[in-house]
Nanobody, 123 residues
Framework: VQLVESGGGMVQPGGSLRLSCAAS????????MSWVRQAPGKGPEWVSDINPSGGSTYYADSVKGRFTISRDNAKNTLYLQMNSLKPEDTALYYC?????????????????WGQGTQVTVSS
């Protein structure tokens, strides 16, 4: 299993970025996938999740309305479109393969993570 994130960078507040996660080594279309971020000095924070078909998506309140998760199962790729970025969105962003989902509580467990891509929002 390999997950490789890309698309991070530095952007001004209010700007946009699109993250990608290229997946390989497993049947991508068979798994929920999540984006998780970790800011300096803080623990991991779940950002968003998408079900295997892409028909259902879930977001943390902190990003709802600004971020959009999507997937292309034909390309084995997960995306995160981030708009209206804020300084508090600064973090290392990881994609992760989900092995347990509780959509009611928005609790997820993961077995594989990528190496992360840095997003910095600063003027």
């Amino acid at each position: 299993v390999q997950l490789v994130e890309s698309g991070g960078g530095m952007v001004q507040p209010g700007g946009s970025l699109r993250l990608s996660c290229a997946a390989s080594g497993f049947t991508f279309s068979g798994f929920d996938m999540s984006w998780v971020r970790q800011a300096p000095g803080k623990g991991p924070e779940w950002v968003s999740d998408i079900n295997p078909s892409g028909g259902s998506t879930y977001y943390a309140d902190s990003v709802k309305g600004r971020f959009t998760i999507s997937r292309d199962n034909a390309k084995n790729t997960l995306y995160l479109q981030m708009n209206s970025l804020k300084p508090e969105d600064t973090a290392l962003y990881y994609c992760a393969r989900v092995v347990y989902s509780d959509y009611r509580l928005l609790k997820f467990e993961y077995d594989y993570w990528g190496q992360g891509t840095q997003v910095t929002v600063s003027s």
